[in-house]
């Protein structure tokens, strides 16, 4: 789950890694009067807001109160503008990058940091990159951070308040079960000090059980991907024409890559889970109806889930939702003859293999 | 040889009373699994599929355990894995979803430390058909065979085992490695264990988009592996920073894309199959 | 170092580990009037406070103020009550004991815990003591708390109480780097909740730099221990008549053990430590002479401690405190010869070995 | 035998600027130890002794050193010793004293984890006459021969050496346990190495009372030793209850007490001298 930059920049307050001072409005009411230079930041969960235009920057009352009707309810690249952060205008002598996050071949937490910040880092040449592993038991250590500074070419002084922010960046990174804590600028102000001009933190949603804090949203998903999600559902929604209904991460993304392959286009990838019940079948439909595809696709391999329930949670959300656009099944594995037959019996055919139900379908949606 | 399991390991459920505890164990001893106990605190004396359960795993510890399945929910697995390897097992295979990486990759170098191996969270577990079945894949699609299998996914496993089983090849392992983030096992050490198993003539590699373990495991077979090996790619055609279920799939700077394993393991002379389904016909 | 019973406590009420509501008062002027009955507990670092009277209990405003006035600087086991603990009274419907300490052989915590509780440990047989490492890196989980409550044979009610404590009491032990932290007891109370009804907590005095919490002082140690501490001297007093110098602990021991051998009563241990410096000697004496010997025994191995400094360090103090009781002195090792010359061209008689030079001391000091 | 150091290994000192690095880095080049560098962050480029310093142990990396000796202040050793074990050490020797045993311990596990030997904290070192020392034992007092030591003791573990030197024996391995609560070896990790040495004939312990490392001692070597075992224990004096120097020396409920270490060790066949001058004669 991605945090917004207020949120992140919450979290490093309370761990006490320096952050400018700020506060959020959520509208114009809530704006306090201008007492010194501040920058004006749309909290949208998207990167580039300053090309956008969804950065201002205010000298005087006139200018801030313009910049906040200016952006208030905008859209900066496709994303709504419900929230402002207006913030101290920092005086940027340089700007790093710092970041820890995983990297799943390791296996470990990586941190990594360059002297060339406030840009993308992939474009930073890796010359220009700090990168340390940090051992998960023993964790952050003080020598990481020398090394760091030293990449760095950092003063004494310098290398003395990023050796504080590390330790606590680190503890962020591990206390929020956290897959990304970023700064990107950490800022050497002109008074010397370094201050974390961005946040950008994304914590693990399968931690949330013990972060109640955090309301289970996830501003980067669709209305109806956060539906799936309360329901249990993994859902994304893509922009084709065919939905899926499919057992198993790994089976739905080859089922969407069949239909590509096919020039099929899909409109969602859907995995049912390995739960073997009728409701579960049914409530996907629901889902999957939602967004309104041309055809529909059911692939299927029985195991946990037996091809019988999901043939009757079929004919069941047939009869519910009164489908009349296309539906293609695929029945394979455990209980697949009965399952079959109870398609049969209610005018669904169903293939045995996923081939021909792919080419059916993608037949059916007007492509290939 | 013995490849993780074999059919003298005696295996126990830990979270035996609920509803997958209870299912599984029950299709484990059909497959011919050693089952011996079940753990469920408070539950001790209870009966599940004729297999005992115990309150906690040290009061199995004197049948001598040497693997558990863990089927408890996210929040405790963590507790669950270590109280089993303070009783001295040496497998830990988890199959709850949604474990926290953090907590995943904690009870993985703890593992290490005390020589023990995790295979999930989130995976299927591991079969080796005619010996023993540990985890949720599906009794009926194996037959005995020469082929080895570690895939990143569950279903997409059984749709390609039945495939290899339905062409009339068989099964000598079949390895679950998970589609969580952190998971306990990769592909180098599915690897190194196909390599010296001489039941195992031929490899199936099943990946998927994110990471780099395939490009890894490429790099591996092209120095190390003799057997032919296949390969299959899950999420070809996943669009960059979309979450396709698995945490795992998040393709993140061009790094593990589909593309990349592909010429990784063409490079390493894995032939790469389009579908699930033309899996057996590259081994043939 | 020992912390008081309700220095202890506090630390258990800030990690949420019930305890009896109280307060601690230095004077009867801090008393606050009665309202419910009390326990009236000394605060010394001994156990038997009970038996020895420095415990007493209060049913009314009148034996509050008595059991004050008798017990407010009054000594238990030789030790004055400065502070007194003023607690509401528990209801004690059993005793158990709990405690975590270091197992020096394991190199590893042990939780530690028994339905026999209230009474000394050590007298509790076998059978009834749960002992459990706590493997250092993963800490404590809550299978060992299931498997200490099913020893306990506590209800479902209970043992969600003691898994709740346990957690917190790992922490106290880790966070506050103790050697021991102990409830002994732990009573279950007529409400049904488990109190710790006493506390022992000991700090590792290594570990005090993180800990600026605590005051340095150790109430287990004598003025003259204490200042020798404060002067970074491991010094110990001993009731013989024999003041002792010599360097690193095994030596210093292995003198005192010589000593004994030879019947002769030791006044003290001081281990001069690592350093070579002639202040270090001339304090040391300063050190030994408060302690009022009859005679002085100097055993030193040069090593890193050179055998001239200390020499010159003897004759340096010998003036500076006009010493006329004996001084035997062993110089051996790096530089003796040239220590032992310093010391003869000061009057001062040095042998090269241990036995002759402890022969003569218990001579010296009436003793064999 | 390599008996963890010999005259090849290449050692650093972390904290090389302070008093004691710079004295006993100095004693070790006399010694002939193979010193290569020294750690002092902000000082690199400086030298002590003709050895250059550096600001951290990865920038001396390169020239591969096996061993450290840490000399810094009690609060930096942890850190001190990860980076030692970060770096790919395989000996973290631990001068300093005043160590919090709780950091001694996370140490000695993680460094377990690696492979790495810790020795230490609070203790003289290893000495290996004619090959190696590593620590703050005086050069001075050994010769090469066929005894091993293994002391819990410092300064008398000097007294002991020195009389077995002058005598006109000589020593294979000397090696200072520390003397504190958590040391990174113990006894039996000596006695194995001792055991296997084949340039070492006859073995000294010296223990002390407090824990119960030298009981445990006594039954490896009745199971396993064959070679010569004399012992002295320190502390028969010691008041139960009262702090000797050493934390390690504190006596508990009567276990570790000096009586029942002379007795493990007398039904060993371990003769305990009753002063460390009686050591050599115990020898002969």
Partial sequence: MNLYEYAGKEIFRKFQIPVPEGYVIASASELRPYTSPVVVKSQVLIGGRGKSGGIKFAKDQKSLESAVKELLGSKVRGFTVNKLLVEQMLEIKKEYYLSITLNRTERKANLIASPSGGVEIESVPESQIFRKSIDPIIGYSDFIGRQLAKFMNFDAELSKQIRAILPRLYEVFQKYDCELVEINPLVLNGDGRLVAADSKVIIDSDSLFRHKEFPKEDPERTPLELEAQEKGYSFVELDGNIGVIANGAGLTMATLDALLLHKGRPRNFLDLGGTDSTDIVVEAFDLVLKANPKVILVNIFGGVTKCDTVASGIVEAKKKYDIKRNIVVRLSGVREIEGREILKQNGIEAFSEMMPAVEKVVKFAGGA | ?284
Same sequence: chains 1, 3.
Avoid: W
């Fill in chain 2, 1 to 284: 040889m013995k490849v993780i399991v074999d059919q003298d390991t005696k295996v126990i459920v830990q979270g035996i009373t609920g509803h997958q505890g209870m299912f599984h164990s029950g299709e484990m001893i059909k497959f011919g699994t050693k089952v011996i106990g079940g753990t469920s605190p408070g539950k001790a004396g209870q009966k599940v599929n004729g297999i005992p359960v115990f309150d906690n795993v040290a009061d199995i510890a004197h049948l001598e355990p040497e693997a558990t399945m863990i089927s408890v929910a996210a929040p405790f697995v963590k507790d669950a894995a270590y109280e089993a390897i303070d009783a001295g097992l040496k497998l830990v295979y988890i199959l709850t979803e949604h474990v926290p990486f953090h907590d995943s990759m904690e009870i993985l170098y703890n593992a290490r430390r005390k020589g023990v191996r995790v295979l999930g969270p989130n995976g299927p577990g591991i079969t080796r058909p005619g010996k023993c079945k540990i985890g949720i894949m599906p009794n009926t699609i194996f037959r005995k065979g020469g082929v080895a299998v570690a895939s990143r996914s569950g279903t997409l496993t059984y749709e390609i085992v039945n495939a290899i089983t339905q062409k009339g090849m068989g099964e000598s392992t079949v390895i679950g490695l998970g589609g969580d983030p952190v998971p306990g096992m990769d592909f180098i050490e599915a690897l190194e264990l196909f390599n010296a198993d001489e039941e195992t003539r031929k490899i199936v590699l099943v990946g998927e988009i994110g990471g780099s373990n395939e490009e890894r495991a490429a790099e591996y077979i092209r120095k190390n592996v003799k057997k032919k090996v296949v390969a299959y790619i899950a999420g070809r055609s996943a669009p960059p920073g979309k979450r396709m279920g698995h945490a795992g799939a998040i393709i993140e700077r061009g790094v593990g894309t589909a593309e990349s394993k592909i010429k990784a393991f063409e490079e390493a002379g894995v032939k790469v199959a389009e579908y699930p389904i033309d899996i057996p016909g590259l081994l043939e």
